[in-house]
């Protein structure tokens, strides 16, 4: 009698593959929406037996970095946690236009058993010979994108120079654009009583709390104002009527980032539309922004409204360092005083060593002068002189 062993036949484990690609919310109709491409992958899929689909990752917006690819993360992560065999991308550009990151991942995810497929260049990351094509299909991909980056900007530099620009999405508060034109709306009171506001001399936060008192709403509902933005309207100066084109330099198009070291010529309309503002009020403000500014530097703050009417005004004659009020304990209580800036760095740091003056002598020496008749109040080691 024969006797015929029979093998037990071994089911081989299905390939686990997924697919990433960039869209375009500008090309939902078109070939590449992502509907379309999530039909292409899925029948793609089904013509090999031993592969199964996963998911289908994807970006909707244009970017250089991974980092601001969540999609992109989203798959690395998984690949990372041994959910994936294959990943399917059109072509490398679609994977990265950084040549660096484009060739850190490819090795990365090979390290981890991943194998990437390049469909139009027909490139696979689990052949050996594959890493010099790649590197030259990720310089190509990356050049690709500094060209588009440079045309991009040329055409915004030509728009800027004839005065067009875009708003965008009517993100100015107190204007709607009808016809390619700013034209103030409902919301224009609310920029008005801002710059009233802060020329009677309240504070960003005491303007921001006051103006959703009366009902003010920002630009997307909410009944919040932050400093940040009541600062950010006191100096836009499209409520004056202007328009100031370029206002950063070009932005690097790996980093995404402003590149300080490109020169460019931005561009100023004056009286481009209607203004909210009148031209004495603006003035007005900016003048006070401008003078904050130049004390700030100069290491005076104000916090509030309720500061002494000489700060901002006492300075050092031995060093120029402004002065700053403190409380200082004695025997007899806590008093104010003033003293320099500079003399907090002590005696080791080279601060400096001029005198500690009581408010009490500082007034003195001001006597019935009224305080906006004072330009400058300097204390000396051996006196106090007044300009």
């Known amino acids: 009698m024969i006797i015929k062993k029979v093998m037990p036949k071994v089911k081989t484990a299905k390939k686990r593959v997924a697919a990433y690609c960039r869209v375009s919310t500008l090309r939902e109709n078109q070939d590449e929406s992502f509907e379309t491409q999530q039909k292409y992958y899925a029948d793609m899929v089904q013509h090999y037996p031993d592969w199964e689909l996963v998911q289908i990752y994807a970006d909707r917006h244009s970017a250089t970095k991974v980092k601001n690819r969540p999609g992109f993360q989203q798959m690395v992560m998984d690949a990372q946690a041994k959910k994936l065999d294959i990943i399917i991308c059109k072509s490398v550009s679609r994977f990265s236009r950084n040549m660096v990151d484009c060739q850190q991942y490819a090795k990365w995810l090979r390290t981890l058993g991943v194998t990437i497929i390049f469909e139009e260049q027909n490139i696979r990351t689990d052949d050996p010979t594959c890493d010099f094509v790649l590197s030259m299909m990720a310089a190509v991909a990356q050049d690709e994108s500094h060209s588009i980056s440079k045309n991009v900007q040329e055409a915004y530099k030509s728009r800027f120079a004839r005065g067009e620009y875009n708003l965008g999405n009517n993100r100015i508060l107190g204007y709607d654009s009808e016809d390619g034109k700013l034209v103030p709306n409902k919301d224009a009171w609310i920029v008005k009583e801002i710059f009233k506001r802060f020329l009677e001399g309240q504070t960003f936060r005491e303007i921001a709390d006051g103006i959703v008192a009366m009902g003010a709403r920002s630009k997307t509902g909410k009944d ?25 330099p070009p932005v690097d198009y790996i980093t995404k980032k402003p590149d300080p070291n490109r020169e460019y010529n931005p561009n100023y309309l004056t009286d481009d539309h209607e203004a909210i503002i009148d031209r004495d009020t603006w003035d007005k403000v900016q003048e006070i922004l401008k003078q904050r500014e130049e004390d700030n530097k100069a290491g005076i703050y104000r916090r509030s409204k309720e500061h002494h009417p000489l700060y901002g005004k006492v300075f050092c004659g031995e060093c120029g360092a402004p002065f700053v009020r ?62």
């Open 326 to 387: 403190r409380t200082y304990k004695g025997r007899h209580g806590h008093y104010k005083a003033w003293n320099c800036k500079e003399r907090q760095k002590g005696k080791k740091g080279n601060g400096c060593l001029n005198r500690i003056i009581k408010e009490d002598e500082l007034m003195q020496a001001v006597g019935e002068r009224k305080v906006g008749d004072i330009g400058k109040v300097l204390v000396y080691k051996d006196r106090i002189e007044i300009t």
């Open 224 to 248: 919040h104002f932050s400093v940040e933005t009541i600062r950010y309207m006191l100096s836009n100066e499209t409520y004056v009527g202007d328009k100031l084109l370029q206002k950063n």
